[in-house]
C-alpha cells in the first residue's frame, strides 16, 4: 500500500474516532464540541484574504460553510496522519503502538492553541475566552482522541497490508 492510502485510511479513520468521541462526550456527558462551520467561515475568509478574526461566531457566514468546515476538518486529519507516517517510517504500520500514536496526537494540539484559536478571535491557546482552562483540557482531550483513533485505523491498516 502507498503512503497516500495509508495517510488518507489513517486520518480519515483518526478524525472518525474523534469525531465519534465527541459525539460521546455531548450526548452522554453534556460536553458542547466546536462547531465546524467556523471553520468553514474561517477558511472560506481566506479566500478574500481574511486569516483572523476579532470573533467568529460574529464573521459574516459563508456560502456552505458547514460543509467546507467538515471537509477541512477531515483534510486536516489526512495531513496529520501524512506527517506521522513521515516522523514514524512505514514501520510503525507494520507494528502500530499506541504510544508514538498518542504523543503525536496530543501535540497536534499546538495547532489549534497557536494558530485556530487566535485566529477566531479566541487568544493564544484560548485565553481570551470565558475558561480558558476548560477549553485547553477539552482541545487536549479532543487531540488525544485523534492519537488514539492513529492507533486504532493503524491496526485496521495493518491487517488490510
Not at 36 to 53: D, E, K, N, S
Not at 72 to 93: D, E, Q
Request: charge should be positive; include cysteine; proline fraction near 6%.
Amino acid at each position: 500500500m502507498n503512503h497516500i492510502i495509508e495517510a488518507l485510511m489513517l486520518g480519515v479513520g483518526a478524525t472518525l474516532f474523534m469525531d465519534l468521541w465527541a459525539l460521546f462526550r455531548a450526548r452522554v456527558l453534556a460536553v458542547p464540541s466546536l462547531d465546524y462551520a467556523l471553520v468553514g467561515r474561517w477558511v472560506g475568509h481566506m479566500a478574500i484574504g481574511c486569516f483572523a478574526h476579532a470573533s467568529i461566531a460574529v464573521a459574516e457566514p459563508v456560502r456552505g460553510e458547514a460543509a467546507l468546515g467538515w471537509a477541512a476538518h477531515y483534510l486536516i486529519g489526512v495531513v496529520f496522519a501524512s506527517a506521522f507516517l513521515m516522523l514514524t517510517g512505514s514501520g510503525w504500520l507494520a507494528q502500530p503502538s499506541p504510544l508514538p500514536a498518542l504523543l503525536f496526537g496530543t501535540g497536534t494540539v499546538v495547532l489549534p492553541f497557536f494558530i485556530m484559536q487566535p485566529a477566531f478571535g479566541f487568544g493564544i491557546a484560548a485565553a481570551k475566552t470565558p475558561h480558558p482552562g476548560v477549553a485547553r483540557m477539552r482541545s487536549l482531550i479532543t487531540h488525544a482522541s485523534f492519537g488514539l483513533g492513529l492507533y486504532l485505523a493503524g491496526l485496521l491498516v495493518q491487517t488490510l497490508r
